[in-house]
């Protein structure tokens, strides 16, 4: 059974923390995806990457560093953590050849709460 | 501009009876992707139906129907005899066939969702 896990369902931190969120597939995919959802405004991509220690800015890059070391670990990094970082996390990771029709899958999600 | 909109944040459905949610997109592309995901209260997005740009047939996985009308730019999805497992937030996304410089990689821009809330 493929699977996304992310190291924690809830977090709550402080304003100016740095946070850490892990994200780790067993499908040997290659694209791996950070999203954070928010009522209202669907799921926004923040970063992706297709390859081992390569990444690309998705639409709300501000705030949020990534690392890929390892082709199954994706991180999220919050360098100093703000309340407009309060939102749901989300991980997705998907095959890179294939075509079009390659779907994401999806981690449980991280709710972060920045105080 | 919005490249996928969901333009009804709340739909309420009878048990048994079908339901449409509606989306439509903006590319310029001639080759993309549309995808639905259900998004239920516990947190995890499922994924439901997929159809192509070129695909001539309309998606259909089970109860679920995508009604393509490529024209319109409009990606519906059918719900037929709704069950109350069915509630949940629904996603549409789209993924653009656009590579230049290698950017694409398979990243999906989501629609703002619809609550979809099944009534016994």
């Known amino acids: 059974d493929v699977k996304v896990t992310q190291s924690s369902r809830y977090l709550v931190k402080r304003t100016g923390e740095k946070v850490f969120l892990e994200c780790v597939q067993d499908m040997d995919h290659e694209n791996m995806f950070w999203y954070r959802q928010d009522p209202g405004l669907g799921l926004r991509l923040i970063y992706f990457s297709y390859d081992v220690k390569m990444k690309e800015k998705g639409d709300i890059p501000e705030g949020y560093s990534v690392s890929r070391e390892k082709k199954e670990r994706f991180s999220l990094i919050l360098e100093s953590a703000s309340t407009n970082q309060t939102s749901m996390y989300l991980c997705?990771?998907?095959?890179?050849?294939?075509?079009?029709?390659?779907?994401?899958?999806f981690g449980p999600g991280t709710r972060l709460t920045v105080l | 501009a919005q490249k996928i909109t969901q333009t009804q944040p709340g739909m309420f459905v009878q048990e048994k009876e079908a339901v449409t949610l509606d989306c439509t997109y903006d590319t310029s592309d001639q080759s993309y992707g549309l995808f639905w995901y259900k998004q239920p209260s516990s947190g995890e997005m499922i994924f439901l139906i997929y159809q192509g740009s070129y695909d001539e047939q309309n998606a259909t996985e089970g109860r679920y129907s995508l009604n393509f009308q490529k024209a319109r730019k409009s990606a519906n999805l059918v719900i037929s005899a709704s069950q109350l497992g069915d509630s949940a937030m629904y996603f549409c996304a789209m993924r653009e066939g656009t590579n230049a410089g290698g950017t694409s990689y398979g990243k999906l821009t989501f629609g703002q969702g619809t609550i979809l809330t099944v009534h016994p």
């Open positions: 997705a990771s998907s095959l890179f050849a294939g075509g079009l029709g390659n779907e994401q899958f």
